[in-house]
């Protein structure tokens, strides 16, 4: 199953374990079941400190658990870990024998210091890229926690339960059995609605920071080049983000990076951080910017968090990035994640045999169209405008392909549900007036970005589609204010654009800093 590279990685990687660990399987005669226990004695070949069992007594099966020799599995495994999993099953090996995860130390000792029992399931689908985070959160505070479990759960692999439970998008999770959260979500991010009393007290730590003299709003591609640029002047930098990585997060193939001939949205995301990392800066994650307070008489400005902490810099720079556009319309928002979704690639495999529509004849529509087609039932692409506005190339594909529908001069007017998942569509023919209404189970909209600026309406000048209004220098209309990225006016919405405009906000900060005198 594993090829002698992998093996030869996987066995680089195992002389780390700490102490000796037990592969414990729960087997059945499928097919699966046997696919499973050919990987296991492969990686329990790898290592004299992995041992391996076959008398687990898990109730989905084919599963197995990790656990130190004498001890209960409190890390499960329900389906195969390969594809964006192999990583969990090699961080969740390692983790297990003792050695520490990369989390902050202040991290670990709040995870041990959680009081209670939880057990927690991440439904998953191996195409994923963003349920790895989750499931490798999880593991790591399983591996920290004596009173505390973690199963990632192949959702096409349990699909009984996946329609039982009513799930239409991963990471699905679930804790001691009720829904607990869905989508890319952090071991900071879980820690944080575990503990009550968390969140104020960093709202309290942060207030209490000195000032900056560059504050970067977002970890996305402009915010982190320009935390990078604002730190090799030997300022004080620090970055505000909700996420790191931004919209990179939800990116599954990049090809177009100058340099790098293909990438993921994840991978890139993490070097992102780890670049930051390398200088003195500053990182406050989970936390979004919900106010600008101009310069008072001390010369500084105010970016209010909705936690309710106020952090103070000489300069800001704002990188606040876009998000997924909604169709705003009735069904949307009640059926989000039953049935409405954003994410081809994550949620597709949920959807496999079943018929779906996606909303958006752009590149992003017609791509996820076409991998849509691979898996589902029917594909029907609605397009607002008379004609597709994809590259010709992927027009051509869509158009071959024979369990896809096109319609165009098409618009949604409503999302169909029967109170627990979507079941149609209707939309209006802006040619003859007509309704129209589509028996199906899935939506994904492809419509484009929306700007993350709504916070700074009445503070800087904004265009009419809500986009920070920039110069040349990425200054705003805010003295000591600038501006990066795609929630900027700048043209054309790439990451090595957005790179470029973070690079130059940040020397049109400094270039200010050095012209402004600096407060008592």
Excluded at 130 to 150: S, Y
Excluded at 166 to 179: D, S
Excluded at 378 to 407: C, G, M, W
Aim: proline letters at 4%; hydrophobic letters at 45%.
């Amino acid at each position: 199953m594993l090829t002698a590279d992998i093996k030869a990685q996987l066995k680089t990687y195992l002389e780390k374990l700490v102490r000796p660990i037990e592969l414990v399987a729960s087997l059945d005669d499928g097919t699966r079941s046997a696919e499973m226990l050919v990987l296991l004695q492969e990686v329990a070949a790898l290592s004299d400190k992995v041992g391996l069992r076959t008398d687990g007594l898990h109730p989905r099966r084919p599963s197995f658990g990790i656990s130190r020799v004498g001890e209960v599995p409190r890390v499960h495994f329900s389906g195969l870990p390969m594809g964006h999993e192999f990583t969990s099953l090699v961080l969740a090996l390692l983790q297990v024998s003792g050695h520490p995860p990369k989390l902050e130390a202040e991290v670990v000792e709040q995870i041990r210091g959680l009081e209670g029992r939880f057990r927690f399931e991440t439904f998953v689908s191996l195409s994923c890229h963003n349920c790895p985070e989750v499931v490798q959160a999880l593991n790591a505070m399983a591996a920290l926690h004596p009173d505390f479990e973690a199963e990632m759960i192949d959702g096409a692999l349990f699909q009984a339960e996946v329609d039982a439970r009513q799930i239409m998008g991963v990471p699905a999770i679930f804790l001691n059995g009720e829904a607990f959260g869905q989508g890319r979500t952090s071991a900071e991010e879980i820690l944080a609605r575990l503990d009550a009393s968390a969140a104020e007290r960093e709202a309290e730590k942060l207030s209490r920071k000195e000032a900056f003299e560059v504050l970067v709003v977002g970890g996305g591609p402009a915010g982190s080049a320009a935390a990078i640029y604002a730190a090799r002047k030997g300022i004080r930098t620090g970055v505000v983000a909700e996420r790191f990585g931004g919209q990179v997060l939800d990116t599954l193939g990049i090809e177009n990076f100058i340099s790098v001939k293909g990438t993921e949205g994840p991978k890139l995301a993490l070097a992102l951080e780890q670049h930051v990392r390398e200088y003195e800066v500053d990182i406050i994650h989970l936390q979004r910017a919900e106010a600008l307070i101009p310069a008072g008489i001390d010369g500084l400005i105010g970016v209010r968090l909705a936690s309710g902490a106020v952090l103070k810099s000489r300069a800001v720079i704002l990188a606040t990035g876009a998000r997924w556009r909604e169709m705003k319309v009735p069904g949307e928002q009640e059926y989000r994640t039953k049935g409405v979704a954003y994410c081809p690639h994550c949620d597709g495999p949920l959807f496999k045999g079943k018929r779906v529509a996606v909303i958006g004849g752009g590149n992003s529509g017609v791509e996820a169209a076409i991998d849509l087609a691979g898996i589902t039932a029917h594909v029907t692409l609605i397009e607002f405008d008379r004609d597709l506005r994809a590259d010709a190339v992927l027009q051509k594909k869509l158009y071959s392909l024979p369990n896809v529908a096109v319609v165009t001069s098409a618009q949604t007017t409503e999302v169909l549900g029967d109170g627990r998942k979507v079941v149609g569509l209707a939309y209006r023919d802006r040619t003859s007036g007509e309704s129209h209404v589509l028996d199906l189970e899935g939506i994904f909209v492809q419509i484009g970005l929306l700007p993350n600026t709504d916070w700074l309406k009445g503070t800087v000048d904004l265009s009419p589609r809500g986009e920070i209004e920039v110069d040349s220098r990425g200054q705003t209309s805010v003295p000591g204010v600038f501006a990066a990225g795609d929630a900027t006016t700048v043209p054309f919405k790439q990451i090595i654009i957005a790179m470029g405009e973070g690079a130059k906000a940040s020397l049109g900060a400094f270039d200010h800093l050095i012209r402004t005198s600096v407060p008592a």
